[in-house]
T-cell receptor, first 116, second 117 residues
């Protein structure tokens, strides 16, 4: 079946440092990967959509300068949170669209970022 | 813009009792919204519980049901008899299946369901 793995599961970093998280799809192709964030007391919000061999599309309030994304092949994507501060803490999820146009996303377990 | 509202942040239900988690949606940009319930069990990732693409249809999975009501813009989640294993956080979500953005989901804030023995 389709599975999505994310790592690390948890990271604690000092304010002003950076954190890289990875997303791997197993059993199906991740032509596109959607990165979401759930901040404390908030719901999931889309950061960006990454598509292999295409430009990465960032949502309003999120930039490549802050959240650079790499998507080198059909099974792997990574995103870095640069210069992390308190407002960047939360759970980061990667979601991969399933086969066919079903609208379903397969999510990883998430990478939880704590900023000290 | 698009939004999803879940009025209950937390719900506690006794085992074998019925459950309803409310969800309403609003969209100004999506001509044919599709609706989802995702669930996150403790220690696990976010996973799809059920989805409905067409207004008026009902989706069901694992004993849960939800009907896409376009008139009331609602997609309430119901279960006739809950079990302790249903304890989880439930998220209602709105998608744009036909608009070419099937990766972009608008989520509600989630409802934490606790089922007590």
């Amino acid at each position: 079946g389709a599975l999505v793995y994310q790592y690390p599961r948890r990271t604690i970093c000092k304010s002003g440092t950076s954190m890289r998280m990875e997303c791997q799809a197993v059993g199906f192709q991740a032509t596109s990967v959607a990165w979401y964030r759930q901040s404390p007391q908030k719901t999931f919000e889309l950061i960006a959509l990454s598509t292999v061999n295409s430009a990465i599309k960032y949502e309003q309030n999120f930039t490549q300068e802050k959240f650079p994304i790499s998507h080198p092949n059909l099974s792997f994507s990574s995103m870095t949170v640069l210069n992390a501060y308190l407002e960047d803490r939360g759970l980061y999820l990667c979601g991969v669209p399933g086969l066919g146009n079903t609208g379903q996303l397969y999510f990883g377990e998430g990478s939880k970022l704590t900023v000290l | 813009g698009d939004s999803v509202t879940q009025t209950e942040g937390q719900v506690t239900v006794s085992e074998s009792k019925s459950l309803i988690i409310n969800c309403t949606y609003s969209t100004t940009s999506i001509a044919y919204p599709n609706l989802f319930w995702y669930v996150r069990y403790p220690g696990e990732g976010l996973q799809l519980l059920l989805k409905v693409i067409t207004a008026g249809q009902k989706g069901s999975s694992r004993g849960f049901e939800a009907t896409y009501n376009k008139e009331t813009t609602s997609f309430h989640l119901q279960k006739a008899s809950v079990q302790e294993s249903d304890s989880a956080v439930y998220y209602c979500a709105l998608g744009d299946l036909y608009g070419g953005s099937n990766y972009k989901l608008t989520f509600g804030k989630g409802t934490l369901l606790t089922v007590t023995p």
